[in-house]
């Protein structure tokens, strides 16, 4: 009995730091391409522009609520509370592996894509389809609501369209106002960049911190730790640090690919993609509905240069994006049921 409440703490204590690990690395992959706009624009130095990004995602997940938090840990059912446990972990692995593979290629990959993926994925692996709480009954039947796995990919998807329809439709706009006018009119638009910065980093640090957040409630109330479901301050304050920490130490990377090989930006391009991008998080955060910063700020980029030039858009990066989004759930699901059948192997979980 004692061995087995050991072994039971030592799971435990791997997957809350797993959810850590995570965290950091989502720093620099969603909350870098935040800065890439704003330092590729000439609206900031690089140290400035990325100390700044990692403040306010810094306060978006210490101040930004539990909405998606609870989506998340409401999204899976397994039988038994260690078993769930083990789920997170593995989930957490692939999608933290997935996280470092895109990164080291310097391609602007989902965290968010990759943490549903690998969740999903150790789920079916540990319990079958049953256990992940899809959702589609209730969109089929009254009173068709948007719940569970479907919610979350109605939103990743309508997030995005929202992102880029948006940029489109500013950088159209903002560009028919300002046709006539002075180039000293860049100084005011850099000064409304560091708004619309501040607005998207403290969204983004909402919603990417409380998906970990979500996981660790869940396996702290799993493991029988907590008498409810509810996000320990500790860990709001853990991930707050991490993933400002993130952002400031690896995601130059991923800045270059979002800073010049889309589109060359000028700051109101950043502008536009800033504002539109940051209204989609914080409308999906209000929700409760995580979504993916990353693809959200790296297809306003093509909104914004369809609307300037499409000649000058590099659209092959943008298809490369594309591509990684789409192959992100199902490659994860897949590396995090095959670690888990293996983990189970070993184990007899």
């Given at each position: 009995m004692v061995q087995d409440a050991k072994s039971t703490l030592i799971i435990i204590i791997i997957a809350v730091l797993m959810?850590?690990?995570?965290?950091?690395?989502?720093?620099?992959?969603?909350?870098?391409a935040i800065a890439?706009?704003?330092?590729?624009?000439k609206s900031t130095s690089p140290r400035k522009g990325i100390i700044f990004v990692a403040f306010f995602a810094f306060l978006g997940a210490m101040l930004g609520g539990t909405a998606v938090?609870?989506?998340i840990s409401e999204l899976f059912t397994t039988d038994s509370g260690i078993t769930t446990v083990y789920v997170m972990a593995v989930g957490l692995l692939s999608a933290t592996a997935w996280n470092l593979i895109t990164w080291k290629f310097g391609l602007p990959s989902s965290s968010t894509h990759g943490l549903i993926g690998g969740l999903t994925g150790s789920a079916v692996a540990a319990a079958g389809i049953?256990?992940?709480?899809?959702?589609?009954?209730?969109?089929?039947?009254?009173p068709h609501e948007l719940t569970g796995f479907t919610k979350i990919i109605f939103f990743l998807v309508i997030s995005v369209i929202i992102g880029i329809v948006g940029s489109y439709l500013l950088q159209k706009t903002a560009s028919f106002m300002l046709r006539n006018s002075k180039r000293t009119v860049n100084k005011s638009i850099i000064r409304l960049n560091w708004i619309a910065v501040a607005l998207m980093s403290f969204s983004n640090g909402s919603n990417d911190s409380q998906k970990e957040l979500g996981i660790i409630a869940l396996v702290l109330f799993?493991?029988?730790?907590?008498a409810v479901l509810d996000v320990p301050l500790w860990a709001r304050i853990i991930c707050a640090v991490l993933l400002g920490l993130g952002t400031l130490s690896?995601?130059?990377?991923?800045?270059?690919?979002?800073g010049d090989r889309i589109f060359k930006l000028h700051p109101l391009h950043s502008f536009d993609s800033q504002l539109s991008s940051?209204?989609?998080?914080?409308?999906?955060?209000?929700?409760?509905?995580?979504?993916?910063s990353t693809h959200i700020i790296s297809t306003s980029i093509i909104g914004v240069g369809a609307a300037e030039n499409p000649k000058k858009v590099k659209w092959s990066t943008g298809r490369?994006?594309?591509?990684?989004?789409?192959?992100?759930?199902p490659v994860t699901m897949v590396i995090s049921g095959t670690i888990y059948h293996f983990i189970s192997y070993l184990t007899g979980i």
């Open positions: 959810a850590f690990i995570f965290t950091f690395t989502n720093g620099f992959q969603d909350a870098s890439a706009t704003f330092i590729a624009s938090a609870f989506t049953g256990s992940v709480y899809w959702g589609f009954s209730e969109l089929i039947l009254p799993s493991a029988g730790e907590m690896g995601g130059w990377r991923i800045m270059k690919t979002l940051g209204i989609s998080v914080a409308l999906s955060t209000s929700l409760g509905a995580p979504v993916s490369d994006i594309v591509i990684a989004k789409i192959m992100t759930i």
